[in-house]
């Protein structure tokens, strides 16, 4: 079984940080990227950012420039820094893993 975990969500006022992070844990065989959404009330999900294994970096439209992708320093885990936080960024992002699993998502707020 495999388990997805985000963390480090929280209220900011606007042009604030955060850094998120989604560790993954299970049997795993293998990681091939692993990737943010995140949905707001009243809305559809809609894909943030992806970094697959090669540490190659993929973003939204509206939040480039802005969240950053890393790999973090344990296992399985990934890092997104995210700066100039907007109202609009205000969502539960969502971690997602190659092999399809979700994790329970973090609550992003950022208030003006």
């Known amino acids: 079984q495999v388990h997805v975990v985000e963390s480090g969500g929280g209220m900011v006022q606007a042009g604030g940080s955060l850094r998120l992070s989604c560790t993954a844990s299970g049997y795993i065989s293998y990681i091939a990227y692993m990737s943010w959404y995140r949905q707001a009330p009243g809305k559809e999900r809609e894909f943030v950012s992806t970094i697959d294994v090669d540490g190659l970096t993929r973003y939204s439209d509206s939040v480039k420039g802005r969240f950053t992708r890393s790999r973090g320093n344990a296992k399985n885990t990934m890092l997104m820094q995210m700066d100039s936080l907007k109202p609009g960024d205000t969502a539960m992002y969502y971690c997602?893993?190659?092999?399809?699993?979700w994790g329970q998502g973090t609550q992003v707020t950022v208030s003006s």
């Open positions: 997602k893993i190659s092999s399809g699993e």
